[in-house]
Protein backbone atom coordinates (compact mmCIF):
# COMPACT_ATOMS: atom_id res chain seq x y z
CA UNK A 1 0.00 0.00 0.00
CA UNK A 2 1.38 3.42 -1.05
CA UNK A 3 1.71 5.79 1.57
CA UNK A 4 -0.57 8.60 2.13
CA UNK A 5 0.24 12.30 2.39
CA UNK A 6 -2.15 14.67 3.64
CA UNK A 7 -1.60 18.02 2.73
CA UNK A 8 -1.94 21.11 0.24
CA UNK A 9 0.48 21.69 -2.66
CA UNK A 10 0.84 25.41 -1.75
CA UNK A 11 2.27 24.56 1.95
CA UNK A 12 5.80 24.92 2.25
CA UNK A 13 6.28 22.00 4.97
CA UNK A 14 4.17 19.84 2.56
CA UNK A 15 6.42 20.09 -0.17
CA UNK A 16 9.33 19.30 1.78
CA UNK A 17 7.60 15.93 2.07
CA UNK A 18 6.76 15.72 -1.39
CA UNK A 19 10.31 16.42 -2.96
CA UNK A 20 11.66 13.70 -0.05
CA UNK A 21 9.48 11.54 -1.47
CA UNK A 22 10.38 12.14 -5.36
CA UNK A 23 13.93 12.27 -4.35
CA UNK A 24 13.70 8.57 -3.02
CA UNK A 25 11.48 7.88 -5.91
CA UNK A 26 8.65 6.37 -3.85
CA UNK A 27 5.23 6.41 -5.33
CA UNK A 28 2.58 7.95 -2.94
CA UNK A 29 -1.35 8.77 -2.67
CA UNK A 30 -1.82 12.85 -2.20
CA UNK A 31 -4.69 13.63 -0.17
CA UNK A 32 -5.61 17.21 -0.26
CA UNK A 33 -6.59 18.91 2.76
CA UNK A 34 -8.53 22.11 2.16
CA UNK A 35 -7.04 24.77 3.92
CA UNK A 36 -9.28 28.27 2.80
CA UNK A 37 -12.20 26.25 4.50
CA UNK A 38 -9.98 25.57 7.75
CA UNK A 39 -10.25 21.21 7.52
CA UNK A 40 -7.19 21.15 8.89
CA UNK A 41 -8.74 22.61 12.19
CA UNK A 42 -11.71 20.25 12.28
CA UNK A 43 -12.46 16.38 12.58
CA UNK A 44 -11.70 13.86 10.86
CA UNK A 45 -7.98 15.88 9.96
CA UNK A 46 -7.37 16.88 13.81
CA UNK A 47 -7.33 13.05 14.99
CA UNK A 48 -4.63 12.61 12.06
CA UNK A 49 -2.56 15.51 14.01
CA UNK A 50 -4.20 17.45 17.24
CA UNK A 51 -2.13 20.46 15.97
CA UNK A 52 -3.91 20.87 13.24
CA UNK A 53 -1.28 21.37 10.73
CA UNK A 54 -0.44 19.54 7.70
CA UNK A 55 1.18 17.93 6.05
CA UNK A 56 0.84 14.31 7.87
CA UNK A 57 2.05 10.75 6.48
CA UNK A 58 0.08 7.74 6.94
CA UNK A 59 1.93 4.76 6.47
CA UNK A 60 -0.15 1.44 7.22
CA UNK A 61 -0.86 1.94 10.57
CA UNK A 62 1.50 4.78 11.83
CA UNK A 63 0.58 8.15 11.82
CA UNK A 64 2.91 10.79 11.40
CA UNK A 65 3.02 14.67 11.44
CA UNK A 66 5.72 17.84 11.77
CA UNK A 67 7.46 17.84 8.24
CA UNK A 68 11.00 17.48 9.22
CA UNK A 69 9.84 14.37 12.21
CA UNK A 70 8.17 12.62 8.54
CA UNK A 71 11.12 13.31 6.30
CA UNK A 72 13.43 11.85 8.81
CA UNK A 73 11.31 8.88 8.66
CA UNK A 74 10.92 8.28 5.30
CA UNK A 75 15.08 8.78 4.74
CA UNK A 76 15.29 5.76 7.63
CA UNK A 77 12.60 3.91 5.81
CA UNK A 78 13.73 3.88 2.66
CA UNK A 79 17.39 4.45 3.23
CA UNK A 80 18.84 2.12 0.33
CA UNK A 81 16.66 3.79 -2.48
CA UNK A 82 17.32 7.22 -4.12
CA UNK A 83 19.36 10.00 -2.79
CA UNK A 84 21.19 9.28 -0.21
CA UNK A 85 19.72 12.01 2.36
CA UNK A 86 20.61 11.42 5.74
CA UNK A 87 24.57 9.94 5.15
CA UNK A 88 23.27 7.36 7.20
CA UNK A 89 26.51 5.25 6.87
CA UNK A 90 28.83 7.65 8.15
CA UNK A 91 28.58 9.33 11.87
CA UNK A 92 30.79 12.63 10.26
CA UNK A 93 28.79 12.85 7.80
CA UNK A 94 25.13 12.53 9.25
CA UNK A 95 25.94 15.08 12.16
CA UNK A 96 27.19 17.59 9.81
CA UNK A 97 23.48 16.84 8.10
CA UNK A 98 21.83 17.19 11.37
CA UNK A 99 23.50 20.61 12.29
CA UNK A 100 22.83 22.04 8.88
CA UNK A 101 18.94 20.54 9.33
CA UNK A 102 18.88 22.54 12.66
CA UNK A 103 20.36 25.39 11.48
CA UNK A 104 17.46 26.01 8.69
CA UNK A 105 14.94 25.37 11.68
CA UNK A 106 16.57 27.62 14.25
CA UNK A 107 18.50 30.61 12.18
CA UNK A 108 17.01 30.40 8.93
CA UNK A 109 13.13 29.57 9.35
CA UNK A 110 12.36 32.43 11.74
CA UNK A 111 13.58 35.04 10.07
CA UNK A 112 12.46 33.73 6.37
CA UNK A 113 8.92 32.90 7.28
CA UNK A 114 8.53 36.36 9.64
CA UNK A 115 9.70 38.07 5.53
CA UNK A 116 7.21 35.82 3.71
CA UNK A 117 4.40 36.56 6.45
CA UNK A 118 4.84 40.07 5.20
CA UNK A 119 5.10 39.99 1.67
CA UNK A 120 3.03 37.70 0.78
CA UNK A 121 0.21 36.06 3.51
CA UNK A 122 -0.65 39.09 5.07
CA UNK A 123 -1.44 40.78 2.01
CA UNK A 124 -3.72 38.37 0.29
CA UNK A 125 -5.68 39.18 3.89
CA UNK A 126 -5.70 42.90 3.27
CA UNK A 127 -3.23 44.02 6.15
CA UNK A 128 -0.47 46.15 6.07
CA UNK A 129 3.33 45.36 5.17
CA UNK A 130 4.95 46.14 8.78
CA UNK A 131 8.02 47.93 7.65
CA UNK A 132 9.83 47.55 10.75
CA UNK A 133 9.27 43.90 10.88
CA UNK A 134 10.58 43.66 7.30
CA UNK A 135 13.70 46.01 8.34
CA UNK A 136 14.00 43.57 11.71
CA UNK A 137 14.04 40.44 10.10
CA UNK A 138 16.12 41.54 6.39
CA UNK A 139 19.15 42.48 9.18
CA UNK A 140 18.94 39.19 11.01
CA UNK A 141 18.37 37.23 7.65
CA UNK A 142 20.80 38.68 5.83
CA UNK A 143 23.27 37.92 9.41
CA UNK A 144 22.16 34.46 9.05
CA UNK A 145 23.14 34.45 5.04
CA UNK A 146 26.44 35.47 5.48
CA UNK A 147 27.00 32.48 7.58
CA UNK A 148 25.88 30.64 4.81
CA UNK A 149 27.99 32.20 1.94
CA UNK A 150 31.70 31.25 4.05
CA UNK A 151 29.88 27.92 4.37
CA UNK A 152 29.03 27.49 0.71
CA UNK A 153 32.80 29.09 -0.32
CA UNK A 154 34.25 25.78 0.91
CA UNK A 155 31.96 23.18 0.18
CA UNK A 156 29.08 22.86 -2.34
CA UNK A 157 26.40 21.93 -0.40
CA UNK A 158 25.59 23.11 3.36
CA UNK A 159 26.81 19.40 4.92
CA UNK A 160 29.05 19.45 2.80
CA UNK A 161 30.31 18.15 -1.28
CA UNK A 162 26.69 16.26 -1.64
CA UNK A 163 23.13 17.33 -1.85
CA UNK A 164 21.55 16.26 1.80
CA UNK A 165 18.16 16.65 3.71
CA UNK A 166 19.95 20.27 5.25
CA UNK A 167 19.15 21.55 1.43
CA UNK A 168 16.27 20.16 0.57
CA UNK A 169 14.93 21.42 3.89
CA UNK A 170 15.50 25.10 3.05
CA UNK A 171 13.52 24.94 -0.75
CA UNK A 172 10.03 25.92 -0.09
CA UNK A 173 10.49 29.27 1.70
CA UNK A 174 13.53 30.30 -0.91
CA UNK A 175 10.55 29.93 -3.90
CA UNK A 176 8.63 31.83 -2.02
CA UNK A 177 11.21 34.51 -0.84
CA UNK A 178 12.32 34.70 -4.62
CA UNK A 179 9.28 36.58 -5.35
CA UNK A 180 9.63 39.38 -3.05
CA UNK A 181 11.59 42.76 -2.61
CA UNK A 182 14.22 40.79 -0.79
CA UNK A 183 15.50 37.97 -2.93
CA UNK A 184 18.55 40.12 -3.46
CA UNK A 185 19.31 38.60 0.00
CA UNK A 186 19.73 35.76 -1.63
CA UNK A 187 21.17 36.72 -5.56
CA UNK A 188 23.52 39.16 -3.82
CA UNK A 189 25.65 36.33 -2.46
CA UNK A 190 27.80 34.63 -5.12
CA UNK A 191 27.74 30.72 -3.48
CA UNK A 192 24.09 31.08 -1.80
CA UNK A 193 23.22 32.29 -5.26
CA UNK A 194 25.02 29.50 -7.03
CA UNK A 195 24.12 26.67 -4.28
CA UNK A 196 19.81 27.99 -4.49
CA UNK A 197 20.35 27.77 -8.44
CA UNK A 198 21.96 24.26 -7.97
CA UNK A 199 18.95 23.47 -5.76
CA UNK A 200 16.27 24.37 -8.11
CA UNK A 201 17.41 22.62 -10.84
CA UNK A 202 16.94 19.45 -9.20
CA UNK A 203 13.94 17.27 -10.99
CA UNK A 204 12.39 16.58 -8.09
CA UNK A 205 12.64 20.33 -6.57
CA UNK A 206 11.42 21.58 -10.35
CA UNK A 207 8.11 19.14 -9.70
CA UNK A 208 7.48 20.30 -6.46
CA UNK A 209 7.90 24.03 -7.04
CA UNK A 210 5.48 24.14 -9.35
CA UNK A 211 2.89 23.63 -6.37
CA UNK A 212 4.06 26.46 -4.42
CA UNK A 213 1.42 29.81 -5.11
CA UNK A 214 -0.04 31.32 -2.54
CA UNK A 215 -3.27 32.11 -4.64
CA UNK B 1 39.74 12.02 24.83
CA UNK B 2 36.88 13.11 26.55
CA UNK B 3 34.17 14.74 24.37
CA UNK B 4 34.05 18.73 24.85
CA UNK B 5 31.20 21.14 25.72
CA UNK B 6 31.51 24.65 25.11
CA UNK B 7 29.04 26.60 26.48
CA UNK B 8 27.32 28.42 29.89
CA UNK B 9 25.53 26.51 33.14
CA UNK B 10 22.74 29.03 32.83
CA UNK B 11 22.09 28.37 28.86
CA UNK B 12 18.93 26.37 28.10
CA UNK B 13 20.89 24.66 25.07
CA UNK B 14 23.78 23.69 26.71
CA UNK B 15 21.61 22.16 29.58
CA UNK B 16 19.91 20.27 26.97
CA UNK B 17 23.65 19.07 26.02
CA UNK B 18 24.39 18.03 29.64
CA UNK B 19 21.76 16.24 30.00
CA UNK B 20 22.00 13.94 27.57
CA UNK B 21 25.84 13.33 28.23
CA UNK B 22 24.53 12.18 31.95
CA UNK B 23 22.17 10.27 30.53
CA UNK B 24 24.67 8.11 28.58
CA UNK B 25 27.13 8.30 31.23
CA UNK B 26 29.57 9.78 29.32
CA UNK B 27 32.42 11.89 30.80
CA UNK B 28 33.23 15.12 29.14
CA UNK B 29 35.08 18.28 29.93
CA UNK B 30 33.45 21.87 30.10
CA UNK B 31 34.66 24.93 28.92
CA UNK B 32 33.15 28.20 30.21
CA UNK B 33 32.22 30.83 28.07
CA UNK B 34 31.52 33.68 29.14
CA UNK B 35 28.50 35.00 27.70
CA UNK B 36 28.38 38.38 30.20
CA UNK B 37 31.78 39.33 28.61
CA UNK B 38 30.39 38.79 25.12
CA UNK B 39 32.89 35.69 24.10
CA UNK B 40 30.41 33.87 22.15
CA UNK B 41 30.31 36.73 19.61
CA UNK B 42 33.92 37.31 19.25
CA UNK B 43 37.06 34.55 18.12
CA UNK B 44 38.16 32.21 18.90
CA UNK B 45 34.40 31.17 19.49
CA UNK B 46 33.28 31.98 16.19
CA UNK B 47 35.34 29.92 14.59
CA UNK B 48 33.76 26.79 16.50
CA UNK B 49 30.22 28.28 16.11
CA UNK B 50 30.13 30.98 13.48
CA UNK B 51 26.36 31.73 14.47
CA UNK B 52 27.98 32.97 18.07
CA UNK B 53 25.99 30.40 20.68
CA UNK B 54 26.59 28.09 22.62
CA UNK B 55 27.13 25.41 23.01
CA UNK B 56 29.59 23.66 20.95
CA UNK B 57 30.83 20.19 20.97
CA UNK B 58 34.49 19.46 20.13
CA UNK B 59 34.85 15.58 19.31
CA UNK B 60 38.78 14.90 18.40
CA UNK B 61 38.64 16.80 15.08
CA UNK B 62 34.95 17.16 14.88
CA UNK B 63 33.07 20.28 16.04
CA UNK B 64 29.18 20.31 16.08
CA UNK B 65 26.71 23.60 16.80
CA UNK B 66 22.72 23.39 17.14
CA UNK B 67 22.14 21.91 20.66
CA UNK B 68 19.69 19.48 19.19
CA UNK B 69 21.84 17.91 16.43
CA UNK B 70 24.78 17.70 19.16
CA UNK B 71 21.85 15.35 21.18
CA UNK B 72 21.21 13.31 18.44
CA UNK B 73 25.19 12.69 17.10
CA UNK B 74 25.87 11.77 20.98
CA UNK B 75 22.62 9.24 20.91
CA UNK B 76 23.81 7.69 17.82
CA UNK B 77 27.49 7.36 18.84
CA UNK B 78 26.52 6.03 22.58
CA UNK B 79 23.83 3.88 21.06
CA UNK B 80 24.50 0.42 23.25
CA UNK B 81 25.58 3.13 26.45
CA UNK B 82 22.99 4.54 28.92
CA UNK B 83 19.55 5.02 28.40
CA UNK B 84 18.12 4.77 24.94
CA UNK B 85 16.97 8.34 23.81
CA UNK B 86 16.32 7.93 20.23
CA UNK B 87 15.04 4.02 20.16
CA UNK B 88 17.17 3.33 16.93
CA UNK B 89 16.03 -0.54 16.50
CA UNK B 90 12.32 0.43 16.04
CA UNK B 91 11.17 2.45 13.14
CA UNK B 92 8.11 3.52 14.32
CA UNK B 93 9.29 4.18 17.82
CA UNK B 94 11.88 6.31 16.53
CA UNK B 95 9.63 8.06 14.39
CA UNK B 96 7.48 8.77 17.16
CA UNK B 97 10.42 10.29 19.02
CA UNK B 98 11.11 12.40 15.90
CA UNK B 99 7.66 13.75 15.98
CA UNK B 100 7.47 14.87 19.42
CA UNK B 101 11.39 16.44 19.09
CA UNK B 102 10.08 18.11 15.89
CA UNK B 103 6.83 19.13 18.18
CA UNK B 104 9.22 20.45 21.18
CA UNK B 105 11.32 22.73 18.17
CA UNK B 106 8.08 24.25 16.13
CA UNK B 107 4.91 23.95 18.74
CA UNK B 108 6.67 24.40 22.05
CA UNK B 109 9.30 26.42 22.05
CA UNK B 110 7.96 29.71 20.34
CA UNK B 111 5.69 30.62 22.95
CA UNK B 112 7.81 29.19 25.61
CA UNK B 113 10.93 31.41 24.73
CA UNK B 114 8.34 34.78 24.09
CA UNK B 115 7.14 34.10 27.75
CA UNK B 116 10.34 33.67 29.44
CA UNK B 117 11.81 36.53 27.90
CA UNK B 118 9.26 38.61 29.40
CA UNK B 119 9.28 37.51 32.48
CA UNK B 120 13.12 36.40 33.07
CA UNK B 121 15.17 37.83 30.57
CA UNK B 122 13.71 41.21 29.86
CA UNK B 123 13.52 42.24 33.46
CA UNK B 124 17.39 41.63 33.61
CA UNK B 125 17.90 43.90 30.90
CA UNK B 126 15.62 46.52 32.39
CA UNK B 127 13.10 46.12 29.95
CA UNK B 128 8.99 46.39 31.11
CA UNK B 129 7.08 43.22 30.54
CA UNK B 130 4.89 43.06 27.18
CA UNK B 131 1.69 42.11 28.44
CA UNK B 132 0.28 42.06 25.08
CA UNK B 133 2.87 39.10 24.46
CA UNK B 134 2.26 37.86 27.51
CA UNK B 135 -1.46 37.20 26.79
CA UNK B 136 -0.94 35.93 23.04
CA UNK B 137 1.93 33.92 23.92
CA UNK B 138 0.24 32.70 27.06
CA UNK B 139 -2.95 31.27 25.21
CA UNK B 140 -1.13 29.41 22.42
CA UNK B 141 1.31 27.92 24.74
CA UNK B 142 -2.04 26.80 26.39
CA UNK B 143 -3.56 25.05 23.39
CA UNK B 144 -0.64 23.83 22.67
CA UNK B 145 -0.03 22.60 26.37
CA UNK B 146 -3.94 20.74 25.99
CA UNK B 147 -2.55 18.58 22.91
CA UNK B 148 0.20 17.90 25.40
CA UNK B 149 -2.41 16.91 28.25
CA UNK B 150 -4.36 14.49 26.01
CA UNK B 151 -0.99 12.66 24.68
CA UNK B 152 0.15 11.97 27.80
CA UNK B 153 -3.45 10.78 29.12
CA UNK B 154 -2.80 7.80 26.89
CA UNK B 155 1.15 7.32 27.10
CA UNK B 156 3.39 8.22 30.25
CA UNK B 157 5.99 10.38 28.00
CA UNK B 158 5.61 11.91 24.85
CA UNK B 159 6.68 9.45 22.15
CA UNK B 160 5.27 6.79 24.09
CA UNK B 161 6.08 4.31 27.37
CA UNK B 162 9.93 5.64 27.86
CA UNK B 163 11.76 8.30 28.20
CA UNK B 164 13.58 9.59 25.16
CA UNK B 165 15.04 12.62 23.56
CA UNK B 166 11.92 13.95 22.85
CA UNK B 167 11.25 14.77 26.34
CA UNK B 168 15.02 15.45 27.58
CA UNK B 169 15.09 18.54 24.52
CA UNK B 170 11.87 19.85 27.38
CA UNK B 171 13.33 20.10 30.39
CA UNK B 172 15.11 23.36 30.58
CA UNK B 173 12.91 25.92 29.12
CA UNK B 174 10.29 24.28 31.31
CA UNK B 175 12.44 24.60 34.78
CA UNK B 176 12.62 28.47 34.21
CA UNK B 177 9.47 28.58 33.24
CA UNK B 178 8.43 26.88 36.43
CA UNK B 179 9.48 30.09 38.56
CA UNK B 180 6.82 32.68 36.49
CA UNK B 181 3.92 33.86 37.31
CA UNK B 182 2.54 31.47 34.22
CA UNK B 183 3.79 28.18 35.84
CA UNK B 184 0.17 27.37 36.31
CA UNK B 185 -0.34 26.35 32.76
CA UNK B 186 2.01 22.99 33.37
CA UNK B 187 0.27 22.53 37.39
CA UNK B 188 -3.05 22.60 36.68
CA UNK B 189 -2.60 19.99 33.67
CA UNK B 190 -3.18 16.93 35.65
CA UNK B 191 -1.05 14.67 33.37
CA UNK B 192 1.18 17.58 31.87
CA UNK B 193 2.35 18.03 35.91
CA UNK B 194 2.78 14.32 36.77
CA UNK B 195 5.11 14.16 33.37
CA UNK B 196 6.96 16.99 34.19
CA UNK B 197 7.54 16.43 37.73
CA UNK B 198 8.72 12.26 37.05
CA UNK B 199 11.05 14.14 34.21
CA UNK B 200 12.37 16.51 36.84
CA UNK B 201 13.17 14.13 39.78
CA UNK B 202 15.48 11.74 36.70
CA UNK B 203 18.90 11.94 38.02
CA UNK B 204 20.39 13.79 35.46
CA UNK B 205 17.81 16.54 35.41
CA UNK B 206 17.93 16.98 39.19
CA UNK B 207 22.20 17.54 38.36
CA UNK B 208 21.89 19.89 34.88
CA UNK B 209 18.99 22.08 36.80
CA UNK B 210 21.30 23.18 39.37
CA UNK B 211 23.27 25.60 36.71
CA UNK B 212 19.27 26.66 35.53
CA UNK B 213 19.73 30.35 37.42
CA UNK B 214 19.76 33.52 35.44
CA UNK B 215 21.71 36.00 37.57
Redesign the interface.
Known amino acids: MAVKVHGASMSTCTARVLACLHEKGVEYEFVSVGLADGAHKQQPFLSLN??GLVPVLEDED?T??????IT??LA??YKDVGTDLLRLES??E??SV??W???E???FNGPMQALIYQFIVNPKFGLPVDEQVVESNSEKFGK?LD?YE??LSKSKYLAGDYFSMADLHHFPYIVYFMTTPKSSLITSRLHVNAWWEDVASRPSIMKIKEGLKFD
Open positions: PFLLFESRARYHKLPSANVMEVAHQVVER
